[in-house]
Nanobody, 123 residues
Framework: QVQLVESGGGLVQAGGSLRLSCAASGLPFTIRTMGWFRQPPGKEREFVAAITWSASITYYGDSVKGRFTISRDKAKNTMYLQMNSLKPEDTAVYYC????????????????WGQGTQVTVSS
């Protein structure tokens, strides 16, 4: 079956760095785009970053631009999120998402979602 598995979350001090991974498997068609979302405690889910699988075109939410870097390894079917200069407000559950069909850029919706990984930034 389809699986998107996030990993790499944890506890880090403000100003520190963390690298998240998302491994995709079982998708019926070729990945077109993947993205990262996050949901802080008590708040709505928000967009973080997106990447096209073929050309590695990227797009970032305003709150993380200049601090986070999205990337992908096509051979490993894995997406990454390098998070630098972390702030307490970055604390959230981070979710991986994937599309296998064409959509608007950046996509507004995704077909598949991972289970999430917790990122906690202490002040």
């Amino acid at each position: 079956q389809v699986q998107l598995v996030e990993s790499g979350g944890g506890l880090v001090q403000a100003g520190g760095s963390l690298r998240l991974s998302c491994a995709a498997s079982g998708l019926p068609f070729t990945i077109r785009t993947m993205g990262w979302f996050r949901q802080p405690p008590g708040k709505e889910r928000e967009f973080v970053a997106a990447i096209t699988w073929s050309a590695s075109i990227t797009y970032y939410g305003d709150s993380v631009k200049g601090r986070f870097t999205i990337s992908r390894d096509k051979a490993k079917n894995t997406m990454y999120l390098q998070m630098n200069s972390l702030k307490p407000e970055d604390t959230a559950v981070y979710y991986c998402a994937a599309n296998t069909r064409h959509s608007t850029w950046p996509p507004r919706t995704y077909e598949y979602w991972g289970q999430g990984t917790q990122v906690t930034v202490s002040s």
